[in-house]
């Protein structure tokens, strides 16, 4: 790597240049040989107060998160115009393209849900740092290894942002199929990264969009007919054949997370008390409590014999 870091890192070869957003490229540190992702940042054409703003929040709200859903900040090195993010190297992909590798384009439902409980994770902790994201998206989500139980990692907080306790924000951002009705709107919270879990949730399970706006192929709806979607919040779990191997408690979290109402949509922390992302069924459940069953039973006898042996002394 030339310039600034130079004497700590150096860059891979050309053919491990990364194709994901910005001027990413693969290094390694000279004296571990660990690899990692930097990017590189062009403040020439950064060229508005407000986006240099936006850039100098971003780069904060990244220095500020420990999380091991979300990715990770190393190192800055910075010159008068150029800005280097030593980031941690995720090498499993988007998720935007796994999902399109599935069979059938979707997910199985336990997938998914395991998922989902490491987006929700990630939300979560932004949320308790007083950060929204404000652009949750399947593109905005890496594998961090190519494995089949490989960890999520949230990415890309260009557009996130501090927020206080009843703060409203106004600004229109977000991508059209998972942005919130009431950022639409220009009046909105933190919840709007709720409303784009849902969307996301929506979309692992079935390959689509509730509200469109997603198809790799060319837009199937206008942005106008796909917003009017949003706002009114009238989506049908569709194709039937795919909807039907899904429970009703996924279904039931997906209709909870897209309220158009954001006073009643869930809170993260009120979205993981949610049924669909318990971890195991209740007849597991059972299962398990009938098999400790026997080991509780000395204790329950010795508990019962207390108890007959006060009610005899009396």
């Known amino acids: ?74 190192e800055i090195y910075a010159s008068d115009n150029i800005v280097y993010l030593v980031q941690e190297l995720c090498l499993g992909g988007e998720l935007f393209d796994q999902l399109d590798q599935q069979e059938d384009y979707h997910f199985s439902e336990d997938k998914a849900r395991e998922l989902v409980k490491q987006i929700l994770s990630a939300v979560s902790y932004l949320h308790s740092q007083g950060i929204v994201h404000r652009d949750l998206k399947l593109e905005n989500f890496l594998f961090a290894t190519k494995n089949s139980n490989s960890q999520l990692k949230m990415i890309d907080f260009g557009l996130s942002k501090h927020f206080k306790y009843d703060d409203v924000h106004c600004e229109k951002v977000g991508t059209p199929y998972t942005v919130a009705p009431e950022v639409i709107n220009g009046k909105y919270d933190e919840k709007c990264d709720i409303w784009g879990i849902g969307v996301i949730t929506y979309l692992l399970l079935s390959g689509d969009s509730p509200f469109g706006g997603c198809d790799t192929e060319g837009a199937e709806k206008s942005l106008k007919e796909i917003r009017r979607g949003i706002i009114s919040g009238n989506f049908q779990f569709e194709p039937k054949d795919i909807w039907a191997e899904v429970s009703q408690d996924a279904k039931d979290f997906i ?39 026997p080991l509780l039973t000395p204790i329950l006898s010795k508990l019962q014999k207390r108890k007959n042996d006060k009610f005899e002394a009396k």
């Not at 109402?261 to 195991?280: I, M, Q, W």
């Open 1 to 74: 790597m030339k310039g600034i870091g130079a004497d700590v890192y150096k860059l891979k070869s050309d053919a491990d240049f990364l194709s994901f957003k910005g001027f990413v490229r693969k290094i390694m540190h000279k004296e571990t040989g660990e690899e990692f992702a930097v990017k590189r940042l062009n403040l020439i054409v950064v060229d508005s107060d407000e986006a240099r703003a936006q850039l100098i929040e971003e780069i904060d709200i990244m220095c500020q998160l420990d999380h091991p859903n979300v990715i990770r900040l190393e």
């Open 255 to 293: 209709s909870r997370l897209l309220t158009t109402d954001p006073v009643t949509r869930p809170t993260a922390r009120e979205v993981r008390g949610l049924h669909f992302l318990k971890s195991e069924p209740e007849e597991a459940n059972e299962d398990i409590c009938a098999n400790c069953f």
